[in-house]
């Protein structure tokens, strides 16, 4: 699914991004600050993601 990068935070190493996902949702992931530079993300921009779940609650 294609969503709005809404916030981008970021220390030495790890990112973390939040993706809007319906009204009132995000989804917020982990990635290396690294993967943010080499991709260009930036708050406001679209970006594709694909949810893989091992356990559901």
């Given at each position: 699914?294609?969503?709005k990068i809404t916030e981008i935070k970021t220390d030495e190493f790890i990112a973390?991004?939040?993706?809007?996902?319906?009204?009132?949702?995000e989804i917020t992931t982990l990635i290396t600050k690294k993967s943010v530079e080499?991709?260009?993300?930036?708050?406001?921009?679209?970006?594709?993601?694909i949810i893989k779940s091992t356990e559901l609650l």
């Open positions: 699914m294609k969503r973390s991004v939040k993706i809007h996902v319906e009204e009132l949702s080499e991709l260009g993300l930036k708050k406001g921009d679209y970006s594709l993601a």
